[in-house]
């Protein structure tokens, strides 16, 4: 039994995947289609984490002050802190 397929010019058996227009059409069609589907979506529909309890968001905020004063207080002029270590003194007699 001989197999007969086309030949290219050089000799070599061609594939014949530009045969399958229907599953490669297909195969577009669901991936538009996923991507329009999640685009329509409402936003927080799809939650991959689970919600945040009151005590890890006010452990966020608290550790967010506490950046900011440090912050505050390395950038701060020397000389507020010499102001408020003084009124700290007098408040303390």
Not at 43 to 57: A, H, I, W, Y
């Amino acid at each position: 039994m001989t197999i007969h397929a086309p030949a290219h010019p050089s000799g070599a058996v061609t594939p014949h995947a530009q045969h399958h227009y229907l599953a490669w059409t297909a195969i577009v069609a669901a991936v538009v289609l996923a991507i329009g589907a999640l685009l329509l979506v409402p936003t927080g529909t799809f939650r991959l984490t689970s919600p945040m309890t009151d005590e890890q968001r006010s452990l966020i905020e608290y550790r967010a002050y506490e950046r900011a004063d440090w912050t505050a207080s390395v950038i701060g002029p020397e000389w507020k802190s010499l102001i408020l270590f003084r009124a700290a003194e007098r408040e303390g007699r």
